[in-house]
């Protein structure tokens, strides 16, 4: 589970976020919807406990991520915006790096990376340099590393950015997959039809405050519109009236 | 433990896979030793043998018996020069013009006037001119002689003052500035060697965009830098224990006895020189990589590590030209390592309040950067600085 509660964030003059609020559930996709500059990244640094909040507290499974980084962050996967390959280590080896962060070793380790390439269907590429790399399988890379300990909470950062229909498919497939076992998946997009088709709950940022929460259906139904992307846009729009 | 093991072999098998970083190693090896080898090459042939000088000789014919005696002394008539010698001298004319009356004057007892023209400026004929006048003064002193001797007066009424030189130098401190340049070339080597290493894991995983999620795993920044340090040092530590092997390969096969150097390298001296140089290869892989986080890219962090580069080399310059060396520049790291190693090729016992003060002023500053890069790598700053 990861909850914000009353975030706020300032960089001199300039707010990125202010009391933003919110909750993702176990076993629920949470979607943040936003557009560029509304504060998404910061806020999820913030719970990453790289950036410190200016008031409220970030937490994972009920660890305060600014006192205790290192113990909330061993429960969490992420999926960062950029697919950051070591270009001289081999797929599997890059997936190792990441697993023996988070404390694996022996045995223990060499299953989770078997299990990890067979479901991610990447026993082809896993033993290549990443070196070119195609954007595809440099998302499986990327996911792999973020799920490899089997997290209980998963962060992506637009994670269907660039990617094919194939790539999309196989990253949805696994979203819900890791919903049914009861995960807590958060993830931050632009793309309506991802969000509308995958989240359970959305919540929507615009200029570093929350102006809208709910299940797609309810923000549709909240802006008077048919398809969220409308709705979306009547929210962010107008947020008087809506944010109260 | 298994994760700092986990950081450390992702850190090696990236670095030592990584080509660009090893042909900088392999360079910085190489090229001490060759450039030394050259150096003393050439200096050995200078010293060794007296070259034939050639100068015109307007009027040989009035002192036949001068112009034999600087024959015999390797100073040529140009006349004689050989086809290969004719382009070296073509620039670098000396003339010794000897007057018509030059017998006759000799005979009266009468001073004579030679005249010797040439290019005073010209570096190349410092040293023939240099030999062709105390041939002369010889000479001309000798001749002195004869004539007081001749008139029953001891010649040495002319020399009252007889000034007997004493050197101390020996043949080893006479190698000392060549030797300040050998510890200059392996701490050089140990620089050149671990740099691109420390950039590519810094800057280049910032660049690579790797840099942020690394920074959010459940690790601390301390065990990060941790492992990079040690990567990056261990780069730079074998490549300058190559160096120092390669240069007293180098060494020991030229003929430096020939020049009066001599240097005493033995296996003992190599362990306590390898034992000086390990906290120096983690001083400067810490240094690099210290420098190289605050770049936003390879390259500019190629051109702040290629200023910081400067750093081995002016340092044991500095000294070289400080006439009386405060004690406390022995304890200085790269200064008090250069300076030992200086004095431990020259053969001389070590001075163990400097090995070990540099090694622990070295190692307490690496130290302290280790913990100060752990600590900026949790600042905002840092962060914001990714995207």
């Given at each position: 589970m990861l909850k914000v509660d009353n975030l706020s964030k300032k960089f001199g003059e300039f707010t990125a976020v202010e009391s933003i609020s919110f909750e993702a559930k176990d076993g629920e996709i949470t979607g943040i919807l936003g557009p560029n500059g509304a504060g998404k990244t910061t806020c999820l640094r913030i719970l990453y406990g790289l950036l410190k909040a200016d008031t409220g507290v970030a937490t994972i499974d009920d660890i305060d991520v600014a006192k205790s980084p290192l113990l909330a962050r061993a429960s969490l996967g992420i999926f960062p915006d950029q697919f950051g390959m070591s270009e001289r280590l081999t797929a599997r080896e890059q997936i190792e790096y990441f697993a023996q962060m988070h404390g694996l070793s022996g045995q223990a380790l060499k299953e989770a990376l078997d299990r990890v390439i067979n479901e991610l269907e990447m026993s082809d590429i896993a033993d290549r340099r990443t070196e070119g790399f195609s954007q595809g399988q440099r998302m499986k890379v990327t996911l792999a590393q973020a799920l490899v300990h089997q997290p209980k909470n998963l962060v992506l950062d637009e994670p269907t950015r660039g990617l094919d229909v194939m790539s999309t498919r196989l990253l949805r497939k696994q979203l819900l997959a890791l919903k049914d076992k009861g995960?807590?998946?958060?993830?931050?997009?632009?793309?309506?039809?991802?969000?509308?088709?995958?989240?359970?709950?959305?919540?929507?940022?615009?200029?570093?405050?929350?102006?809208?929460?709910?299940?797609?259906?309810?923000?549709?139904?909240?802006?008077?519109?048919?398809?969220?992307?409308?709705?979306?846009?009547?929210?962010?729009?107008?947020?008087?009236?809506?944010?109260? | 433990m298994s994760v700092m093991k986990g950081l450390v072999v992702k850190e090696f098998r990236e670095a030592f896979r990584d080509r660009r970083a090893i042909m900088a190693a392999l360079f910085a090896i190489v090229t001490g030793p060759i450039i030394m080898a050259a150096v003393f090459m050439f200096q050995i042939e200078q010293e060794l043998d007296v070259k034939d000088s050639y100068v015109e000789f307007v009027g040989a014919q009035y002192a036949?018996?001068?112009?034999?005696?600087?024959?015999?002394?390797?100073?040529?008539?140009?006349?004689?020069?050989?086809?290969?010698?004719?382009?070296?001298?073509?620039?670098?004319?000396?003339?010794?013009?000897?007057?018509?009356?030059?017998?006759?004057?000799?005979?009266?007892?009468?001073?004579?006037?030679?005249?010797?023209?040439?290019d005073y400026s010209e570096k190349n004929l410092r040293t023939p001119l240099r030999r062709l006048e105390s041939l002369i003064q010889g000479y001309s002193a000798q001749i002195g002689s004869t004539r007081l001797i001749m008139r029953g007066i001891d010649p040495r009424i002319t020399t009252p003052i007889t000034m007997d030189v004493q050197s101390t130098a020996t043949p080893a401190s006479k190698s000392g500035l060549i030797m300040g340049m050998v510890g200059m070339f392996i701490i050089m080597g140990l620089f050149t060697a671990s740099m691109t290493a420390a950039i590519d894991t810094s800057a280049g995983e910032r660049e690579r965009h790797s840099l942020e999620l690394i920074l959010c795993q459940p690790v601390s920044t301390l065990k990060i830098v941790l492992s990079k340090v040690l990567c990056v040092s261990f780069y730079g530590a074998v490549a300058a224990l190559l160096t120092m092997l390669a240069m007293t390969l180098t060494m020991s096969l030229l003929p430096l006895?020939?020049?009066?150097?001599?240097?005493?390298?033995?296996?003992?001296?190599?362990?306590?020189?390898?034992?000086?140089?390990?906290?120096?290869?983690?001083?400067?892989?810490?240094?690099?990589?210290?420098?190289?986080?605050?770049?936003?890219?390879?390259?500019?962090?190629?051109?702040?590590?290629s200023m910081i580069l400067l750093l081995?080399?002016?340092?044991?310059?500095?000294?070289?030209?400080?006439?009386?060396?405060?004690e406390w520049l022995n304890y200085l790291p790269l200064a008090g390592q250069n300076i030992l190693m200086g004095d431990l090729y020259k053969g001389e016992s070590l001075d163990w309040m400097a090995f070990s003060m540099s090694g622990f002023s070295t190692i307490a500053i690496s130290i302290l950067m280790t913990l100060f890069l752990a600590k900026s790598l949790r600042s905002e700053k840092v962060v914001l600085a990714l995207s």
């Open positions: 995960h807590c998946i958060l993830f931050s997009s632009h793309v309506m039809q991802e969000v509308a088709a995958l989240c359970d709950r959305v919540i929507v940022v615009a200029k570093g405050r929350v102006v809208a929460q709910g299940s797609p259906q309810e923000l549709c139904e909240l802006a008077g519109k048919e398809y969220l992307e409308d709705a979306f846009v009547a929210i962010i729009g107008s947020d008087e009236g809506v944010a109260a | 036949p018996e001068l112009i034999t005696f600087l024959q015999a002394n390797h100073v040529q008539s140009r006349q004689d020069m050989p086809e290969n010698e004719t382009e070296k001298w073509s620039k670098q004319e000396i003339s010794l013009s000897i007057p018509h009356d030059y017998i006759e004057r000799m005979q009266q007892g009468k001073p004579v006037i030679l005249t010797l023209k040439a006895e020939k020049v009066g150097i001599s240097i005493v390298v033995d296996p003992m001296t190599m362990v306590i020189i390898t034992v000086m140089l390990l906290p120096l290869a983690f001083f400067a892989g810490i240094f690099q990589l210290f420098f190289a986080y605050r770049a936003k890219s390879f390259k500019e962090a190629q051109s702040y590590l081995p080399m002016l340092v044991p310059m500095a000294i070289m030209f400080v006439p009386h060396k405060p």
